[in-house]
């Protein structure tokens, strides 16, 4: 066996006549962070969600860590983490007895404070989930996630609706996950995100891969192929200069 | 996961969810404070429906005997003497509003010696849809007649009756309509809650997301089985405490009976709310399907109304429904001291429905 953490291979679904992931195949490495693009509607839910184990895969396999996804769905469960794209969270309940349940879910008991405290919730640990703003809610659902140490996190579209500072703490925090030997996968539409976090990208568009490397290659092959970008001599955006007036510390 | 693992897991959904129900202001009333109004209003018309009559009487006689009346009358249980009222006009607008049940008249010459001994007649008004207030009123009056002839004339009484209580006891209105609203707390926290919170956690994805880890569908149930009967316990024992202090609730079953008893009322019912809820992806599913099963079975479980009241065919068909046994088996117990080898039967049927219900309960759930 290679050091693959995930390998899928010929996945499909259908919904009806339409197919929406056509026979798909691709490999995550172990600690790497790999990036599905693609535009709205090009199958990167549904391929998540059926590696995922919340949807019935049609045909093809993925395996995670070796294990079929389709056929030990409680086994895979257990290994994986997942970070929905707009996660919810019951009210009225304090976030350290959430931490408490899905670390319960895992069949683990955990010390709730101190998972808190490494994301800077240690403060908020008594209060309700409605009570956070978008960026903590955005940090204590990744949190939850890891409650069991995962081999695999999967996020998907995870700074949509971000400001620019939450947005980059979050990339801090996905590098540092890596670095406790965490496989992520993530979907985003952020060519910027995937750029400063993923190792290797795979661009999907109508259920099919079309491109699969890392960033430097693809753009790489892209000049290679001719293209010829209008030269810009700024060496800064407005994105620097929103940063630069604002600061680059994180609010609420 | 080893099975410990897995019921560690019940256990923090349960302590947690518990906790939460505590915050949440609207299912507090609805699981503790909606009972115990509906308990407190059916309370209160079954006090007034003991009975007694509402008269005024309008003495016009100056003698002793008809003074004497009047004191007895007002001191009588059955009658409810209205003092304010001194005038037939006065009377008649009460009783034609049904305020009053009848007006008593004691003539002018009543009480007046006649043949050495004092005689009269009171005469007994009242309106059409009176009559039958109207006759046992004269009946009551005869009887106090009766007596105070016996005083005067001293003839042998050859028949007479008289009146002893058993030891046997018999099922007041109350003691009905409390095992009606006890099934009623049931129905409202087994099947309301589910219904309304289920959808509401599928629409926020929270299921979803549960769904992702290896939480299994019953560890969900039991959860939330444990949580439904410890707030269901605790609201009936809060209308317990309010009908033994307020409205003299008789209790003679053991207690040991009665509290397993209810709460696999209270796990049966649930079933139903569980089923609704996981079935159903949004709210507007819900309400409907729910609406069907839940009036019904309100009304021909015995409720609200006794089934007896019902024609004999039609208690037949509703002896079957879930919420009848429940409802039954607690009146068995708590009023006629039966425990719970006497009421197979209605184990049995809560039994046979457990099974069915939770089989359809654990096919139509859905996370999302």
Known sequence: ?252 | MSLRQKFLTVWVFFIVNLKRLFRDRMALFFTFLFPLIFLFVFGALNRSTSLSFKVAIINESQTIVATEFVKNATANKILKVNSEVKDFAHANQLMSRGELDATIELPKEFGEIKNGLPSGTAIVHYTQNNEQAAQTITSILDTQFQEINAKFTRMPKPFSVTREQNNEHSLSTFDYTFTGLLGFAILGAGIFGPMNYFPELKKMGILRRLHTTPLRVWQYFLSAMLGNSVSGLLSIALMFIVALIVFDLKVIGSYLSLVPFLVFGIVLILGIGLALGGWAKNERQAAPLGNIIVFPMMFLSGTFFPRFLMPEWLQGITFYIPLTPVIDGARMIMAEGKNLIDIWPQLGIMAVWLVVIYVIAFRVFRWE
């Open chain 1, 1 to 252: 066996m290679s050091n693959n953490i995930l390998e899928v291979s010929k996945l499909t679904k259908k919904y009806g006549r339409k197919t929406v992931v056509k026979g798909i195949s691709f490999e995550v490495r172990e600690g790497e962070i790999f990036g599905i693009l693609g535009p709205n509607g090009a199958g990167k839910t549904t391929t998540l969600e059926m590696i995922e184990t919340l949807r019935p895969i049609d045909s093809g396999t993925a395996l995670i860590d070796g294990i079929d996804v389709s056929k030990e769905q409680y086994k895979i469960r257990s290994i994986i983490g997942v970070q929905p794209q707009s996660p919810g969270f019951q009210d009225k309940t304090k976030l350290t007895e959430l931490i408490d349940m899905f670390a319960a879910s895992y069949g683990k008991k955990v010390d709730a404070r101190s998972i808190l405290d490494q994301v800077d919730l240690g403060d908020r640990a008594n209060s309700f989930v409605e009570n956070l703003s978008g960026g903590q809610k955005q940090r204590f659902s990744i949190v939850t996630a890891l409650v069991h140490n995962p081999r695999v996190f999967f996020l998907d579209e995870p700074t949509t609706g971000l400001d620019p500072q939450a947005r980059r703490n979050l990339w801090k925090l996905i590098k540092q996950i890596r670095k406790k030997g965490i496989s992520v996968i993530i979907t985003t539409h952020y060519m910027d995100e995937a750029e400063v976090l993923c190792d290797r990208i795979a661009i999907m568009d109508r259920g099919e891969i079309i491109a699969l490397d890392t960033p430097k290659k693809l753009i790489k092959d892209l000049l290679n192929r001719g293209f010829k970008k209008r030269q810009h001599v700024e060496q800064a955006n407005l994105e620097d200069v929103f940063l630069d007036l604002t600061g680059k510390e994180l609010r609420g």
